[in-house]
C-alpha cells in the first residue's frame, strides 16, 4: 500500500524536531567562555541571586557567585568591606574579562552611619553625602575589577513608612553609581507591575502570579525571575561580547 505524505504533518514533523533542539522560550544561551556573575548585597540582592542561578543553572561555563549577607548594606559596612568580601573570591580567571557583577542593597540602611566618633542621622545633608560617596567607593572599586557593574535600586513596598527613606536611597545610589563607571537598574516603577502603585500580583510567564512576598518587601520565586529578568538581555549581549573577544585573540593574523 503506497502511504501519502500530507504536506502539513510533514512540516509538523520538521518543527518539531527544531523544538527538540532549541532552549525554551527566554532561556539565556549558554556563553562559551566562562562567565562569572557575582551578586553582591543584601537579604533582596539573595533573591536576585537565585533568580540568575535558575537562568542560568545548565550552563557548564556560568558561575554564579553568592556574595550576599541578610540585614546588611553600606550604613553598617563600608565600601572597603564589601569589596574585601569580593577579594577574597578571587579567581584564576582574568576577572576585568570574565565577572559579572550585580548589586543591591539598602533596605537596611534606614539608620546612622559612623563618621569617626559621630553618628550622623539618616537622610541628614552629612548623611546623604557620606551614603553616595560609599555607593561611589564601592562601585567604582568593582569596575575596576569587573567587566561590567550592574546595581538595582529598591523597589515599592508595600509599608508606607519604608517607601519614602526608600526612594531617598534609590535617588543617591542612582547619582552615584552613574558618576562611577556602573550602570543602574530602577526597578520602583517596574515592580508595581503596570498598576502604577504597590501591587501583591502581576503578569510573569504569561500568566498571573503572586510576584510579592507577604512582608510587602521580597519577592516571591516568581517575582525575583520577573525583576532579574530585567537584566537578562543586557547579560547575554555582555556574553556574546566576551565570546566574540575570545574567538578574536583565537584568530592567527596572516
Not at 79 to 107: H, K, N
Not at 118 to 140: H, M, P
Not at 206 to 223: C, E, I, N, P, W
Amino acid at each position: 500500500m503506497i502511504r501519502l505524505f500530507r504536506p502539513g504533518f510533514l512540516f509538523g514533523l520538521v518543527l518539531a524536531a527544531a523544538a527538540a533542539g532549541a532552549q525554551e522560550v527566554g532561556e539565556p544561551a549558554c556563553p562559551k567562555e566562562p562567565v562569572r556573575f557575582v551578586v553582591l548585597g543584601d537579604s533582596l540582592a539573595d533573591g536576585l541571586w537565585g533568580a540568575i542561578f535558575r537562568s542560568y543553572a545548565r550552563c557548564k561555563s556560568v558561575e554564579t557567585l553568592r556574595l550576599t549577607e541578610v540585614s546588611d548594606g553600606l550604613a553598617k559596612t563600608s565600601a572597603e568591606g564589601w569589596l574585601a568580601r569580593y577579594a577574597t573570591a578571587a579567581t584564576d580567571l582574568d576577572t576585568r574579562q570574565s565577572d559579572v557583577v550585580i548589586v543591591q542593597m539598602g533596605a537596611n540602611d534606614i539608620t546612622t552611619i559612623r563618621e569617626g566618633r559621630v553618628r550622623e542621622s539618616f537622610a541628614s545633608d552629612t548623611w546623604n553625602t557620606l551614603y553616595e560617596g560609599r555607593v561611589a567607593q564601592l562601585t567604582r572599586g568593582l569596575s575596576e575589577q569587573a567587566a561590567q557593574v550592574f546595581w538595582f535600586g529598591l523597589p515599592i513596598v508595600g509599608k508606607s513608612r519604608l517607601e519614602d527613606p526608600y526612594r531617598t536611597i534609590s535617588t543617591l545610589q542612582k547619582t552615584a553609581v552613574a558618576k562611577s563607571g556602573g550602570t543602574f537598574v530602577d526597578i520602583h516603577q517596574l515592580t508595581t507591575f503596570g498598576t502604577g502603585e504597590y501591587a501583591q500580583n502581576g503578569t510573569h510567564g504569561g500568566r498571573l502570579q503572586q510576584l510579592r512576598a507577604s512582608d510587602k518587601v521580597h519577592f516571591t520565586k516568581a517575582g525575583y525571575d520577573f525583576v532579574a529578568a530585567e537584566i537578562l538581555d543586557d547579560l547575554a549581549r555582555i556574553t556574546q561580547n566576551m565570546d566574540r573577544r575570545a574567538a578574536l585573540q583565537d584568530v592567527q593574523l596572516q
